[in-house]
């Protein structure tokens, strides 16, 4: 006898043991065939019952397997999220990083730079002293003088000079003797206090001209030579 199973699920225990009931029962027809010799012609009926399958039985492996490949898939969605936390924080970490070093740079370039040290400032020229303005006459001229005697200590007065000026030249630069005897020599007096070439050279005072007829050259050599014979030039009344 053919029984038709339906269904791809396993047999379970329960179909197990119904298919060894349909065993004995037709183990136990068998034996009654062979007992009752006159019945054998007829085809005895035995009736199987269809083992029962039920929705659960045949589910269960699907659900398994579902349930499996859900796993799966939460496992590899579980690792495409972590792996994208982990670019994305590693690429956060890597901007900041970046974004630090270019602000370093940038305060770095900003940094302001010192100024050298100012040199000091070189000391100032000693000023130029101040020439005193003389006026060009007589009395200019002497007193231009008494000033340049007063500096090299050479004693002499405004009046013992204008005195003796007078008397040898009435005032004029450009006198000259060309008479006495230092003329017929050959050394004729010159200028305001007519002195003579060798003595104007001998008592020449520096800073003046070496012109003897120089005003203030004349007197300040005049008044130098009567200084060391006379004394001062307000000694001398007469010839010297």
């Known amino acids: 006898m053919r029984s038709t199973i339906t269904g791809t699920a396993r047999l379970t225990k329960a179909h197990k043991l119904s298919a060894a009931g349909i065993t004995v029962a037709m183990g ?23 083992v029962a399958w039920t929705t659960t039985d045949l589910g ?32 956060a970490k890597a901007d900041k990083a970046r974004a630090d070093k270019q602000a370093a ?36 001229w002497i007193k231009e003088s008494l000033d340049i005697l007063k500096s090299k200590n050479i004693p002499a007065s405004y009046e013992g000079i204008k005195r003796n000026v007078m008397r040898e030249s009435t005032g004029n630069p450009r006198a000259i003797n060309d008479w006495d005897i230092n003329a017929a020599n050959g050394v004729p007096s010159k200028g305001l206090l ?19 007829y120089d005003p203030v050259a004349n007197i300040t050599a005049s008044c130098n030579y009567a200084a060391d014979k006379y004394g001062s030039m307000d000694n001398v009344n007469s010839a010297y």
């Open 60 to 91: 269960a492996h699907h659900h398994i397997g579902n349930q499996s490949d859900k796993a799966a898939q939460q496992a590899k969605t579980d690792a495409a999220d972590a792996k994208k936390k982990a670019d994305a924080a590693a690429k």
């Open 105 to 140: 740079s940038r305060s770095e370039a900003r940094t302001p730079v010192k100024p050298a040290p100012a040199k000091p400032a070189a000391p100032a020229a000693p000023a130029a002293p101040v020439k005193k303005a003389y006026a060009d006459n007589l009395d200019g």
């Open 194 to 212: 007519q002195i003579i070439d060798p003595t104007f050279k001998a008592y020449h005072v520096e800073g003046t001209s070496w012109d003897p």
């Open 28 to 50: 136990a027809a068998a034996v009654a065939m062979a007992v009752t010799p006159g019945q054998a012609a007829e085809t005895p009926s035995i009736a199987v019952k269809p």
